[in-house]
């Protein structure tokens, strides 16, 4: 779907999962949210955080699982994804701190691997993910699924490509400062999610849209893997679009 800009776009993602959250709710059931970082999600979370405080939605039912975090990295720090989703969304909502789930980058090494495997069936045994919202990295990464991530992985630690290096760089002070490594949920993860949204605004992430929507589906650019989920929407703006 594609919309002139994506103020219009994030408001009506906001608004599907407002409403799914309500209905969940009205059959008191919890709803398993699959949460993003980065910058494009940031408008989709001020809206719910706009419809907590004016409209009275709660995140009372919700159970959140983020999509990755650096590693290592510390929750307190401010480039944290723990820190992100605090300052956007978890602070201004009534989610309840048991109910939020974000990869942990202080695991030690030997707890890392059973560390994943516990994320992974956490989300199982509460019955799987709701609803899962996607940024896209220039590199067609998911969460932090690089190119050569398989269809089937799951929650893991994975080596962060160099050209998502460069692009978190910025926000590091520098490349050098960007951890080489990161804990993501696995392709097999977000696939297994009832309804994935993908947003995709401006001209960078053009060609890496075009790949992803219509080239064909390959582990080099792990996006393409959702051509073959049964309910995943696109979301674009017009600069995103402008390849296909
Ligand atoms: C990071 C995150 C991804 C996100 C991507 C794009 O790599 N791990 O989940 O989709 O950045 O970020 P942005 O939305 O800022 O373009």
């Known amino acids: 779907v594609i919309f002139e800009s994506s103020h219009k776009a994030s408001i009506l993602v906001a608004q599907e999962i407002a ?20 910058s494009s999600p940031v408008k989709v979370y001020e809206e719910l955080v706009r419809m907590h405080k004016e409209e009275g939605l709660s995140f009372a039912n919700v159970v ?11 929750r307190n720090n401010i480039q944290s994804y723990f820190y992100f989703m605090h300052e956007h969304l978890f602070n201004h909502v009534d989610i309840l701190p048991e109910n939020i789930n974000i990869p942990d980058g202080k695991v030690s090494a030997e707890d ?28 067609g990464h998911i969460g932090f699924n690089e190119p050569g991530s398989h269809f089937n992985s799951g929650t893991r630690s994975i080596t962060l490509d ?46 890496i849209l075009k790949k992803t929507i219509e080239g064909k589906i390959t582990s080099q650019v792990p996006a393409t893997y959702l051509q ?14 402008s390849e296909l």
């Open 19 to 38: 409403n799914l959250i309500r209905e969940k709710s009205a059959l008191n059931k919890l709803c398993l949210l699959g949460l993003a970082t980065g």
């Open 64 to 74: 959140s699982f983020n999509l990755d975090e650096y590693l290592p990295m510390d």
């Open 112 to 139: 890392l691997y059973q560390y994943c495997i516990d994320y992974e069936m956490k989300i199982k045994t509460l019955g799987g993910l709701d609803f899962q919202l996607l940024g896209i990295g220039r590199t």
């Open 162 to 207: 160099h050209i998502t290096r460069i692009d978190a760089a910025p926000a590091f002070l520098g490349i050098d400062n960007v951890p080489r490594k990161a804990i993501t949920m696995g392709i097999g993860t977000v696939m297994s999610a009832k309804r994935i949204v993908l947003l995709g605004w401006g001209i960078s992430k053009a060609k």
């Open 228 to 241: 073959e989920h049964n309910n995943t929407t696109f979301v674009l703006d017009s600069d995103a679009s």
